[in-house]
Every structure is written in structure tokens, then in C-alpha cells.
């Protein structure tokens, strides 16, 4: 490290330790908007890990539905519903 370096960083941490604490007043709407935002992260969060758990019962129940439409149209080609020839 160069001595131009050193110096900067040194400078650097002397400017942050002097800073002085901000007496600022935040009010409710801060506090309300942080709440609302972490809501609606774990909101988001709890959808996919949801979707992603139902997504192979999803996948499983049209899988039999299919089934089901095929074995009621394959009963209806037989030919056997209601004619006597």
C-alpha cells in the first residue's frame, strides 16, 4: 500500500468516527411502511414455497383427469350405450 493510501483511510475512519448522531424524528409512517414491506416479503415468499410444494398435487390431479376423460370416452366408442342392433 502506497502512503497516499494509508492516509485516505486514515482520514476516512477519523471522518467517521467524529460524525455526530442525527437527532431526527422519523414519524409513524416509517415504522407503518417498514411493517407493510416486510409483509408483503413474507407474503411473497410464503406463495412460492406454497406453489412450489402444490405444484406436483397440481401436476397429479390433471394427470387424472385426463384419465378420467379418456376412460369415459373410451366407454362411449364401445357402442354399448343404449343400442341394441
Known sequence: MTSQTVRLIAVTIFVCMAALPAS???GP???LGLVAAFGALLTAIVAAVGFLLLWPLRVRRARRARE???A???AGDSGG???DD
Open 81 to 83: 350405450m343404449g343400442r
Open 29 to 31: 409512517g416509517a415504522g
Open 72 to 74: 369415459i370416452a373410451a
Open 68 to 70: 378420467r376423460q379418456a
Open 24 to 26: 431526527a424524528y422519523v
